[in-house]
């Protein structure tokens, strides 16, 4: 399809395991964003890559979260050492430099 | 930090009713985004208005951004069950960091038929 992907697109994981999370974007967009949505909490972000510049990491709420793009493309979000409060929905955005950004459906992860 | 908060958090009406939803905030924004949402999938933009004052339709949806460019308001006229979802605003901040939207909580709004 021609949207943004995200896979997995629900994750079960026990306390302390890493996860990871990866994101296709919309061929030809520039700038990939993730968020975290909570129950009742909106969205929240977490980190922003716009082609070779370095990346905004201000949103990631602690050293465990960490985020890569590999060629300017696909991107993983990986959280180390879980924990119950990491439990949401992250989602993950692209757009064509500051056009309005399209969404993938998200990946709904809980902690066990 | 630029916070937007938005009112009702849940709203209940019945089809053919016309309801309001507010997203105020004490900063400015340079734009703003109206995104609907539903169970399972990504947010999905409705529109972005971006003058303040401006008025946007979107057949029975009614959008407008305040005079100074703090707040923001949706109406739906004769809602329909189709109108089902979470509603939600983002602001687009101002400046440098103008590529993060500021995201309100959300108005879950059912339409009963």
């Known amino acids: 399809g021609a949207g943004v992907s995200q896979s997995p697109s629900n994750k079960v994981t026990e306390k302390g395991k890493d996860v990871e999370l990866r994101c296709d974007p919309i061929?030809?967009?520039?700038?990939l964003y993730w968020y975290r949505q909570s129950l009742g909490q909106g969205l929240e972000f977490l980190i922003y890559f716009q082609g070779n510049s370095a990346p905004d990491k201000s949103g990631l709420p602690s050293d465990r979260f960490s985020a890569e793009r590999t060629g300017g493309s696909v991107s993983t979000l990986t959280i180390q050492r879980t924990q119950q409060e990491d439990s949401a929905v992250y989602l993950c955005?692209?757009?064509?430099?500051?056009?309005?950004?399209?969404f993938g459906d998200g990946t709904r992860l809980s902690i066990l | 930090t630029q916070l937007l908060e938005q009112s009702p958090q849940f709203l209940s009406i019945q089809e053919g009713e016309n309801l309001t939803v507010y997203c105020n905030s004490s900063s400015v924004f340079s734009s703003l985004q109206w995104y609907r949402q539903e169970p399972g999938e990504g947010p999905v933009l409705l529109v972005t208005v971006v003058t303040g004052g401006e008025v946007k339709k979107l057949k029975r949806l009614t959008f407008q951004f305040g005079d100074a460019r703090k707040d923001s308001s949706l109406h739906i006229t004769a809602a329909q069950p189709g109108d089902t979802g979470l509603y939600l605003c983002?602001?687009?901040?101002?400046?440098?960091?103008?590529?993060?939207?500021?995201f309100g909580k959300g108005t879950l709004l059912t339409v009963n038929p």
């Open positions: 061929s030809g967009h520039t700038a």
């Open positions: 983002a602001g687009r901040n101002s400046g440098g960091s103008n590529y993060k939207l500021t």
């Open positions: 955005a692209s757009s064509f430099r500051s056009q309005p950004q399209h």
